[in-house]
């Protein structure tokens, strides 16, 4: 069983890469993101707590978050392994989730960082912009959550650095030559 975190800013190309990376592997892929639009979507309990908070682009807190992934976890009892996309995004959620695997026997493998500065990734968001169509609020939502991310979500990246575990690529390139990348890194070559 192998278990990877993959981490980077808002249009670093996290989806592009879990999507090839479950096609190969068969990850049971976590996106916390997805899990909480999903819940705003259907209008759950969960969804309507987190609603504002995620309109707004800031952390939904640790305590909720975690909650979630737990059952989300104890639903897949029997996953060749995982893919955490979005998650651990505070130093709280990556020892929840050191903790989650240690009493299934297992662990985070690999924390896999595209590496992608600020300036790259508002710069490719800018160029989107010019093509699609986007309303200001979205706008202003993505702004903050690249914000959350270079202010926040960064100061977990130690937390792996200092464990060995955190494997850096470089975000800038072709998509098949980063996932070239992280698969070599998967398979240990
Ligand atoms: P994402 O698609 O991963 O950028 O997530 C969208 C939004 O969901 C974020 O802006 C947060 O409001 C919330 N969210 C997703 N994952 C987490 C997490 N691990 N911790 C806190 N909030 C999260």
């Given at each position: 069983m192998?278990?990877?975190?993959l981490?980077g800013?808002?249009g670093?190309?996290k989806?592009?890469?879990?999507?090839?990376?479950i096609?190969?592997?068969?990850?049971?892929?976590i996106?916390?993101?997805?899990?909480?639009r999903?819940?705003?979507?259907?209008?759950?309990e969960?969804?309507?707590?987190v609603?504002?908070?995620?309109?707004?682009?800031?952390l939904?807190?640790?305590?909720?978050t975690i909650?979630?992934?737990?059952?989300?976890l104890?639903?897949n009892?029997?996953?060749k392994?995982?893919?955490?996309?979005g998650f651990?995004r505070?130093v709280?959620?990556?020892?929840?989730?050191?903790?989650?695997?240690?009493?299934?026997?297992t662990?985070?493998h690999?924390?896999?960082?595209?590496d992608v500065?600020?300036?790259?990734?508002?710069?490719?968001?800018?160029?989107?912009?010019?093509?699609e169509?986007r309303?200001?609020?979205?706008?202003?939502?993505?702004?903050?959550?690249i914000t959350?991310?270079?202010?926040k979500?960064?100061h977990?990246l130690p937390?792996?650095?200092?464990?060995g575990?955190?494997?850096?690529?470089?975000g800038?390139?072709?998509?098949?030559a980063?996932f070239?990348?992280?698969?070599?890194i998967?398979?240990?070559?």
């Open positions: 192998i278990n990877l975190v981490f800013p808002p670093a190309g989806g592009t890469q879990s999507e090839k990376l096609k190969q592997y068969g990850f049971v892929h996106s916390t993101g997805d899990l909480f999903w819940h705003t979507k259907n209008e759950t969960l969804g309507k707590r609603k504002e908070i995620m309109n707004s682009g800031s939904v807190p640790d305590e909720i909650a979630m992934l737990k059952e989300e104890d639903k009892p029997n996953a392994g995982f893919l955490f996309d651990p505070t709280a959620q990556a020892e929840a989730l050191d903790r989650f695997m240690k009493d299934n026997g662990a985070i690999h924390v896999i960082a595209l500065t600020e300036a790259e990734v508002r710069s490719r968001i800018a160029k989107r912009r010019s093509i169509n309303v200001d609020d979205e706008e202003e939502k993505l702004n903050k959550r959350e991310y270079f202010t979500t960064v977990v937390y792996y650095e200092k464990q575990r955190l494997k850096t690529v470089q800038i390139g072709e998509i098949e980063i070239g990348s992280i698969c070599k998967i398979d240990h070559k």
